[in-house]
């Protein structure tokens, strides 16, 4: 079956340290993206990638990371220089820019 | 710049009908959204509609979409508990990434 899988689940992380979270799909969707959800919030775009080897800040990039060297992949790192990291992290791809998202079922940070 | 405006909580009982409100700004949008998202999982499409339709109709589910006022609504007919949840609609706009709204937590009392 077709779908994107985000993995870990859950992860627990100490300040200071990196972390990357993992983002694969199957749908041979050219577009991916990286969305943070806090709690009683919306999403927030982290980053996104239209393409292969090319990635476009979104509105909250600071502290954060990615690469798009392959289709399928779209990694997210949470580095050290972000200050308030602890949240529900989504992933989603889509055939288009403009088209309907398809979403991973989340990963949960929290920074102890 | 764009925007997606929707009430943040909404509570109805158990077999009534729940109505989402949406507003959003950009009108050249080209498709709308409705997602739910169920307690600590990701986002589900439930249904969308076209700009140039008014009103959408799938089983349960009506979307009614008034492009002079920019306004869209979700319509849950004969709500269920398993319908709790919060819902987001978003805009699309040819070549540009979808704009989400808040989110409008519904709550389903039995």
């Known amino acids: 079956d077709g779908g994107i899988t985000q993995s870990p689940k859950y992860l627990f992380r100490k300040e200071g340290q990196n972390v990357t979270l993992s983002c694969e799909q199957n749908l041979n969707h050219d577009a991916m993206y990286w969305y943070r959800q806090d709690p009683g919030q919306g999403l927030r775009l982290i980053y996104y990638s239209q393409i292969v080897n090319d990635f476009q800040k979104g509105d909250i990039a600071e502290g954060y990371s990615v690469s798009r060297e392959k289709k399928e992949s779209f990694p997210l790192t949470v580095t050290s220089a972000q200050k308030n990291p602890t949240a529900f992290y989504l992933c989603?791809?889509?055939?288009?820019?403009?088209?309907?998202?398809?979403f991973g079922e989340g990963s949960r940070l929290t920074v102890l | 710049g764009e925007d997606v405006e929707q009430s943040l909580f909404l509570s109805v009982r158990e077999g009534d009908s729940s109505v989402i409100n949406c507003t959003y700004t950009?009108?050249?949008?080209?498709?709308l959204y409705w997602y739910k998202q169920e307690p600590g999982a990701g986002l589900q499409l439930l249904t969308y509609i076209f700009s140039n339709m008014d009103m959408k109709q799938d089983q349960r589910l009506t979307v009614l979409l008034n492009k002079k006022d920019k306004h869209l609504s979700l319509r849950i007919a004969d709500t269920q508990t398993g319908d709790s949840a919060i819902y987001f609609c978003a805009e699309g706009i040819y070549g540009n990434k979808l704009v989400f709204g808040a989110g409008t937590i519904l709550r389903v009392k039995s």
């Open positions: 989603a791809s889509s055939r288009s820019t403009s088209g309907e998202l398809f």
């Open positions: 950009d009108s050249s949008s080209t498709y």
